[in-house]
């Protein structure tokens, strides 16, 4: 089956070693850039309605805002108490200069 991508974003409008929040297709997304490469997850936490790009970026960790949790942005998987509830992470894709995102 192949992937319907959605245009998101300027790749050079995700800060480096950072996280930004963004509303695309009716869902609200964090995108983060660790060391060069551009990552999506869901922008709300699994375990308290916050947003994570509020949170701390660590690597390829973002620690939730609300309670210190945190998230592997690579693959969305819980890494801290209290999350115990994976992610959902996007397939990224860079053309032209531009972010695109698939969603289901």
Same mark, same amino acid.
């Given at each position: 089956?192949?992937?319907?991508? $959605?245009?998101?974003? !300027?790749?050079?409008?995700?800060?480096?070693? +950072?996280v930004i929040g963004v509303e695309i297709a009716g869902k609200d997304v964090a995108l983060?850039?660790?060391?060069?490469?551009?990552?999506?997850?869901?922008?709300?936490? $699994?375990?308290?309605? !916050?947003?994570?790009?509020?949170?701390?970026? +660590?690597?390829?960790?973002?620690?939730?805002?609300?309670?210190?949790?945190?998230?592997?942005?690579?693959?969305?998987r819980a890494t801290c108490a209290p999350i115990t509830e994976n992610t959902r992470t996007?397939?990224?894709?860079?053309?032209?200069?531009?972010?695109?995102?698939?969603?289901?």
């Open positions: 089956m192949s992937q319907n991508w $959605t245009e998101v974003i !300027a790749a050079d409008d995700v800060p480096q070693d +950072d983060y850039k660790v060391e060069g490469e551009i990552f999506a997850t869901d922008n709300i936490c $699994t375990h308290g309605h !916050a947003r994570l790009c509020d949170g701390f970026l +660590d690597g390829h960790e973002i620690e939730c805002p609300l309670h210190q949790g945190k998230f592997d942005i690579r693959d969305g996007y397939p990224v894709k860079i053309e032209g200069g531009r972010v695109f995102l698939a969603f289901e």
